[in-house]
């Protein structure tokens, strides 16, 4: 799942803007526990990867987590008072749990390497795979096993470049919600959330050819 800040604003500044985020993410899970499986926490947006295990729980966890995370920033950088900080409710799509859902996490661990802020994913100290390895008890407590197994290698795999192919797949999914993983799999998925209009082709539809059209033709 993803949020951005209105007009790619930044909501993160500084370091106390990031830690003060994680104090939310911290207070967001104790009222509202599900398995977080990976995050990264950009200048001006976020991602998460999520597994809940009923309806409605990523909708109030995610909820809490914005709604408490915009009230303290407006106090923290006195703009009470002045509008939206988020450009509206969070993006999200279900993926498969295979090799799909590892192509997620590689997107999300390595999203601050894709944007260049660093040299290596595991040096960015506001996301998941920095955390698995340097951060403290309490947010590593925040992670949950995995649905599939991290291969060994994992931080090597993060660092390594992803396909146009698969980042067209994963802003596509981002953007439109469409479910992420095989043909069929999305098919059944689309259908039991009512998610068809998701695997539809973009752009306008041809333009289908009248009758009286169809007939000068053939008079021509």
């Known amino acids: 799942m993803l949020n951005r800040a209105v007009a790619r604003l930044p909501l993160f500044r500084n370091e106390e803007d990031y830690a003060a985020f994680e104090r939310v993410l ?7 526990p599900t398995r977080i499986l990976a995050w990264c926490i950009m200048r001006n947006h976020w991602h998460f990867v999520i597994w809940p295990r009923q309806d409605g729980e990523l909708t109030a966890f995610m909820r809490w ?14 703009t ?18 295979d090799e799909h859902f590892l192509t997620v996490c590689r997107y999300v661990e390595r999203n601050a390497l894709t944007a260049k802020v660093v040299q290596r994913a595991e040096d960015w100290r506001w996301g998941s795979l920095w955390v698995r390895r340097h951060g403290p008890a309490k947010l590593k407590a925040l992670l949950s096993d995995w649905p599939a197994d991290r291969p060994r290698l994992w931080v090597r795999e993060v660092n390594e470049p992803m396909s146009n192919k698969e980042m067209e797949a994963m802003r596509t999914s981002m953007t439109r919600n469409r479910p992420f993983g095989s043909e069929a799999w999305q098919r059944r998925v689309a259908n039991r959330l009512n998610l068809m209009h ?12 009248t009758t ?9």
């Open 26 to 32: 911290l207070e967001a899970h104790e009222r509202h």
């Open 65 to 78: 987590l914005a709604h408490t995370h915009v009230m303290r920033w407006h106090v923290a950088h006195k």
């Open 80 to 97: 009470v008072g002045c509008g939206h900080l988020y450009q509206g409710r969070f993006k999200s799509f279900p993926v498969e749990t």
């Open 198 to 209: 998701t695997l539809r082709s973009e752009g306008r539809p041809k333009k289908r050819k």
């Open 212 to 220: 009286s059209e169809k007939v000068g033709k053939h008079k021509n």
